[in-house]
């Protein structure tokens, strides 16, 4: 079983910059992806970032690209979220996730989840 523990979320202004964090519980093969989702209320969970464990892709939603940035440590098993220049409409609750397989950018296509965390951007 695999379990994903995301910190990192938080308050901040319009233009200024969080890390998230999304550590696992076992040795993540190479086979494994790592996606980070969010989602606000009435909305369904919509993709924002993916890496593949062994580092071959990674793929952005277009609302992030050029801002966010995703990347993994494989000695510490984790995966991070590095979102700068963030905007009011960043502001949503924030998943990371894992799945078997190459990256997928819809929820339904990973099949472990972090408890998520919540990134609100003031204006």
């Known amino acids: 079983q695999v379990q994903l523990v995301e910190s990192g979320g938080g308050l901040v202004q319009a233009g200024g910059s969080l890390r998230l964090s999304c550590a696992v519980s076992?040795?993540?093969?190479?086979?494994?992806?790592m996606g980070w989702f969010r989602q606000t209320p009435g909305k369904e969970r919509e993709f924002v970032a993916g890496?593949?464990?062994?580092?071959?892709?990674?793929s952005y939603a277009d609302p992030v690209k050029g801002r966010f940035t995703t990347s993994r440590d494989i000695a510490k098993n984790t995966v991070y979220l590095q979102m700068n220049s963030l905007k009011p409409e960043d502001t949503a609750v924030y998943y990371c996730?894992?799945?078997?397989?190459?990256?997928?950018?819809?929820?339904?296509?990973?099949?472990?989840w972090g408890q998520g965390t919540q990134v609100t951007v003031s204006s």
């Open positions: 996730a894992a799945r078997y397989g190459g990256i997928w950018t819809t929820f339904s296509g990973y099949d472990y």
């Open positions: 076992v040795r993540t093969s190479s086979t494994y992806t």
């Open positions: 890496v593949e464990w062994s580092g071959g892709r990674i």
